[in-house]
């Protein structure tokens, strides 16, 4: 495998500049640019509203008054397609402000060419009628989060910034203070002093708080974008099973290959070596020339036959292991152990086998992390665990009893004690490992601060 592991730096850490993260987060916050990005996509929704919300309602009473007509629905279908227009602009919105990156929903799909199929494909899209729902749903939220954040941003820092601006406006409004009570003869100041102080600190409370206030409101968009202007679950399950299956063909692929070269570079060659010798070793025998270079070619050639069974005996082990057939996972494992050059311990606890392809799978898992092992981790011991694990809860790298991500997991742990640093950066081995895995509805974890060490947590559908 090609898992790359960060080497310790020799250099001290740069120290922090000045000022730099010195403030508090919490102070920070309401100067920071996420704040009022998501303060500007606030503002800006209230006005995007109205008009997707009035399109919506003109699109709609339109089309029903045409129906007695039969054009209100090709012009509801033209709608339905304007509609998914503004969605584009909304997404790109949250793209923009709130840093949403949310998918473009399934195409249209006509089953024939022509302006019938065309208005059908529309009107049988649920994306389309989701965009629809999303301009009535938009507008009165919208509405509430532009007064509620305008509102509470300006009054805090109004407030906030009283303290100044009460003092050169007090000269001239004749005012002692801030009247609480007067009976017309009789009144109630508060002191100057007093209520810049009060009004100073609800302002400085109000500010601190309205990057929350903000990140709340624009949770709510989130979560209208993305159930409603983005793909469906079933689209969106249906474009990661196409990207498993490719993943699948290029891996198969891959591993042909792999398979020819072997044979082509190794027991091909050497039984073509062979059949030279032994060929000439026949043509000296005809000639009756029973010497000493005969006896030699004849042993030449064994030695190339048993050279040439150990690969294709190794060759098959890398295809599919006979005794993972005839023992199962952990006989097999056992074996693999063996042959690595770091020492192994392997626990597996399985009351019964699994399916042959998920058995298989967690068999060549183990045999490349192995090789990682050997091959990166400088690593003096490494263990292997694996368990069945039936329960529904979350489960960590170390917790067996605990629940599995789903229920019904096949879990596999490897770890070591070596140098650490191991990832799945793209390029690396696991990261090609995680996308195997992920093409079979697996997972894989991987846990390897700098020094180590090193935990790699496999997770497999259980299939009995």
Known sequence: ????????????????????????????????????????????????????????????????????????????????????????????????????????????????????????????????????????????????????????????????????????VRPYASLPGIQLWGDGGTALYVSPTVTAVVSGVFGLLMVLAGPWVFRGLTQVDRLLVRGLLGPSPLATRVIELESD?????????ADLRRIERDLHDGAQARLVALAMGLGLAKEKLAEGQADESVARMVDEAHGEVKIALQELRDLARGIHPAILTDRGLGPALSALAGRCTVPVTVQVDLARRPAPAIEGIAYFTVSELLQNVAKHSAADHATVDVWHDEGCGPAGPSDKGGGGRRAGRLMLLVSDDGRG????????????????????????VVDSPAGGPTTVTAELPWRG
């Not at 399109?55 to 709609?60: D, I, N, T």
């Not at 299956?245 to 692929?253: E, F, S």
């Open 421 to 444: 640093g191991a990832g799945t950066e793209a390029g690396g081995g696991l990261a090609g490992l995680a996308e195997r895995l992920d093409s079979v509805d697996g997972l894989l």
């Open 245 to 253: 299956r490719g993943a699948v063909v290029d891996t198969a692929a």
């Open 1 to 168: 495998m090609d898992t790359a592991y960060s080497a310790h730096s020799a250099h001290p850490a740069h120290p922090a500049r000045p000022g730099g993260h010195r403030v508090p987060a919490g102070l920070r916050a309401p100067f920071s640019g996420r704040t009022w990005r998501e303060f500007l996509h606030l503002c800006l929704s209230l006005p995007v509203a109205c008009v997707m919300f009035a399109y919506a309602v003109a699109l709609v009473s339109l089309s029903a008054g045409l129906l007695i007509t039969f054009l209100g629905i090709p012009v509801l279908a033209g709608g339905l397609v304007g509609g998914r227009g503004l969605g584009a602009l909304e997404r790109a919105r949250a793209r923009a402000l709130l840093r949403l990156d949310v998918a473009a929903p399934e195409p249209l799909h006509p089953s024939k060419p022509g302006l019938v199929a065309w208005v059908g494909s529309v009107l049988k899209s649920g994306a389309s009628w989701r965009h629809l729902l999303y301009a009535f749903l938009h507008f009165p939220w919208a509405l509430f989060a532009f007064v509620f954040a305008v509102t509470f941003w300006s009054v805090g820092w109004a407030l906030l910034s009283f303290p100044f601006w009460y003092w050169l």
